[in-house]
């Protein structure tokens, strides 16, 4: 059990590291697509709006005094923006500080106005105080504006507001070159996005140390997550390994206070309308309280195997009922379910054998049951050789639910049954389906080419009776007689 636990746990834990790896990656890859894309359309809005503003300013008045007034309160009250040139003739012809300044432009710059005429971002020093910042240039009039950009505030908004430290970017011109960068070399995964007009791309990426942080902090998600289902999942073993061992207590307990009971429902002769025999059915009366319906544990029995403590239980019981069921009726006969791994347990076939032996009630009118919904065609020689057998006991034998199962013809005549015993569906629709009344009446036919004794089961009213009677069926077994009861009320309604 340790060695299984520690199994398990491994397990998980590896499972909670593939999760966490493959959930970082993704996780990395939508952040990229998604702050790549912010960041773009942020700085891409944002210039637009300065070269708009830029534009209609430089249109308001011929007044050159006007204008630099202008300009100058519109840098003042923008974070963004330090200083505004304009260049014509490859020369400064004024700022926002100073008219008719007709400084020559750097050579770098006139490379850039020759190569990139609609505009461009690019590295340089500003006009009159040499301090290092990003120029915004873009054409206006018979020449061109330049914008010097607070270099400091966009690295923090790139840095922190885009993409919120988490990963590595950069800001990157149309020539390539790189502007404003937060990120190291050693990348191990890069994606970029560019502007729609093409004058920038920023570009964002991680390193082995983010990656890690990322897997690091999924990694204690999924484990806590696995734990909680894990807890889940183990309650829920618990409680079904507890409520198994409690119907197998439960059952043991029942046999023990005699709560589990033989019911027995009468066989009737179509011809006589006599009791021939009965079925042995069984019931729970549950601490002695209610009657539990079958349906509610029969199956459990099957799977967990008590089905076969319990049969021997009211067989038992049977050897004591049967004498007062049967009332002097020496051809009366009782009906007993079996199951295929009866028939393959050869011990539990020997107590069955004792029983009989030790019980002269048992020793004639007892028949075991077969249902035809159990496969027996990979068992067969092993049931063949069990229900021979049994017939020295004076066992004989029954197949259930005729025309529902397995049960070929080749099969049929080699178990040899004695009673077959047809399901209720077709006793149920043979009164209004024709094709069903043509099957039913060929299923007798085979039985009797089989010298089997035919019993219609579940016939609940006279035109059902009349049906199977008009078919030649010997015996019915149904509600149309009798339900099923205990034994004294069996032995009552008998004497009736």
């Given at each position: 059990?340790?060695?299984?636990?520690?199994?398990t746990?491994?397990?998980?834990?590896?499972?909670?590291v593939?999760?966490?790896i493959?959930?970082?990656?993704?996780?990395?890859?939508?952040?990229?697509?998604?702050?790549?894309?912010?960041a773009?359309n942020?700085?891409?809005?944002?210039?637009?709006?300065i070269?708009?503003?830029?534009?209609?300013?430089?249109?308001?008045?011929?007044?050159?005094?006007?204008?630099?007034?202008?300009?100058?309160?519109?840098?003042?009250?923008?974070?963004?923006?330090?200083?505004?040139?304009?260049i014509?003739n490859?020369?400064?012809?004024?700022?926002?500080?100073?008219?008719?300044?007709?400084?020559?432009?750097?050579?770098?710059?006139?490379?850039?106005?020759?190569q990139?005429?609609?505009g461009?971002?690019?590295?340089?020093?500003?006009?009159?105080?040499?301090?290092?910042?990003?120029?915004?240039?873009?054409?206006?009039?018979?020449?061109?504006?330049?914008?010097?950009?607070?270099?400091?505030?966009?690295?923090?908004?790139?840095?922190?507001?885009?993409?919120?430290?988490?990963?590595?970017?950069?800001?990157?011109?149309?020539a390539?070159?790189?502007?404003?960068?937060?990120?190291?070399?050693?990348?191990?995964?890069?994606?970029?996005?560019?502007?729609?007009?093409?004058?920038?791309?920023?570009?964002?990426?991680?390193?082995?140390?983010?990656?890690?942080?990322?897997?690091?902090?999924?990694?204690?998600?999924?484990?806590?997550?696995?734990?909680?289902?894990?807890?889940?999942?183990?309650?829920?073993?618990?409680?079904?390994?507890?409520?198994?061992?409690?119907?197998?207590?439960?059952?043991?307990?029942?046999?023990?206070?005699?709560?589990?009971?033989?019911?027995?429902?009468?066989?009737?002769?179509?011809?006589?309308?006599?009791?021939?025999?009965?079925?042995?059915?069984?019931?729970?009366?549950?601490?002695?309280?209610?009657?539990?319906?079958?349906s509610?544990?029969?199956?459990?029995?099957?799977?967990?195997?008590?089905?076969?403590?319990?049969?021997?239980?009211?067989?038992?019981?049977?050897?004591k009922?049967?004498?007062?069921?049967?009332?002097?009726?020496?051809?009366?006969?009782?009906?007993?379910n079996?199951?295929?791994?009866?028939?393959?347990?050869e011990?539990?076939?020997?107590?069955?054998?004792?029983?009989?032996?030790?019980?002269?009630?048992?020793?004639?009118?007892?028949?075991?049951?077969?249902?035809?919904?159990?496969?027996?065609?990979?068992?067969?020689?092993?049931?063949v050789?069990?229900?021979?057998?049994?017939?020295?006991?004076?066992?004989r034998?029954?197949?259930?639910?005729?025309?529902?199962?397995?049960?070929?013809?080749?099969?049929?005549?080699?178990?040899?049954?004695?009673?077959?015993?047809?399901?209720?569906?077709?006793?149920?629709?043979?009164?209004?389906?024709?094709?069903?009344?043509?099957?039913?009446?060929?299923?007798?036919?085979?039985?009797?080419?089989?010298?089997?004794?035919?019993?219609?089961?579940?016939?609940?009213?006279?035109?059902?009776?009349?049906?199977?009677?008009?078919?030649?069926?010997?015996?019915?077994?149904?509600?149309?007689?009798?339900?099923?009861?205990?034994?004294?009320?069996?032995?009552?309604?008998?004497?009736?």
């Open positions: 059990m340790q060695h299984h636990k520690m199994w746990a491994v397990i998980a834990l590896l499972i909670s593939i999760i966490s493959v959930w970082a990656f993704l996780s990395l890859e939508l952040q990229i697509a998604f702050n790549n894309s912010k773009v942020e700085l891409n809005s944002k210039l637009n709006e070269k708009t503003k830029t534009i209609s300013i430089s249109r308001m008045s011929d007044d050159s005094v006007y204008i630099e007034d202008a300009f100058t309160q519109f840098v003042l009250a923008s974070r963004t923006i330090q200083e505004i040139a304009y014509s490859k020369q400064y012809i004024y700022t926002d500080r100073s008219q008719k300044i007709n400084i020559p432009i750097k050579e770098n710059l006139k490379q850039y106005l020759e990139y005429p609609n461009f971002l690019i590295r340089t020093n500003t006009s009159l105080n040499d301090v290092v910042t990003i120029s915004y240039v873009f054409p206006a009039g018979n020449g061109f504006f330049q914008l010097f950009l607070n270099k400091n505030y966009l690295s923090q908004w790139l840095g922190t507001y885009i993409v919120m430290g988490s990963l590595k970017s950069e800001l990157l011109n149309q390539e070159v790189r502007l404003i960068s937060t990120k190291s070399e050693q990348l191990i995964h890069e994606e970029r996005e560019y502007s729609p007009d093409g004058i920038f791309s920023i570009q964002s990426g991680y390193d082995w140390a983010i990656y890690f942080n990322f897997v690091i902090y999924r990694f204690s998600i999924v484990v806590v997550l696995m734990l909680f289902v894990a807890s889940v999942f183990s309650f829920a073993y618990m409680l079904a390994y507890k409520y198994h061992l409690s119907f197998e207590s439960d059952v043991l307990r029942g046999l023990k206070n005699n709560e589990i009971i033989p019911y027995y429902q009468a066989i009737v002769s179509n011809k006589t309308k006599q009791r021939v025999g009965a079925e042995l059915l069984c019931r729970w009366y549950y601490r002695r309280q209610k009657i539990m319906d079958p509610t544990f029969i199956n459990k029995l099957e799977n967990n195997g008590q089905i076969k403590e319990v049969t021997l239980h009211l067989l038992r019981q049977l050897a009922d049967k004498p007062h069921l049967a009332d002097g009726n020496d051809s009366f006969y009782v009906s007993v079996v199951t295929i791994d009866m028939l393959t347990d011990a539990y076939l020997d107590e069955i054998k004792t029983l009989i032996s030790s019980n002269k009630s048992l020793q004639t009118g007892l028949v075991f049951e077969l249902t035809e919904r159990q496969a027996v065609s990979d068992k067969i020689n092993q049931i050789k069990s229900m021979a057998s049994l017939r020295k006991y004076g066992i034998w029954a197949l259930d639910d005729f025309g529902t199962g397995y049960a070929g013809l080749s099969t049929l005549k080699t178990l040899n049954f004695d009673i077959i015993k047809i399901d209720k569906t077709f006793v149920e629709s043979s009164v209004t389906d024709s094709v069903t009344h043509s099957i039913l009446f060929k299923m007798v036919e085979l039985a009797h080419d089989l010298q089997c004794t035919m019993v219609a089961e579940g016939v609940e009213n006279e035109i059902q009776a009349k049906k199977v009677t008009d078919l030649g069926v010997e015996y019915t077994q149904g509600y149309l007689y009798a339900k099923p009861v205990a034994k004294d009320q069996f032995c009552r309604l008998y004497d009736k």
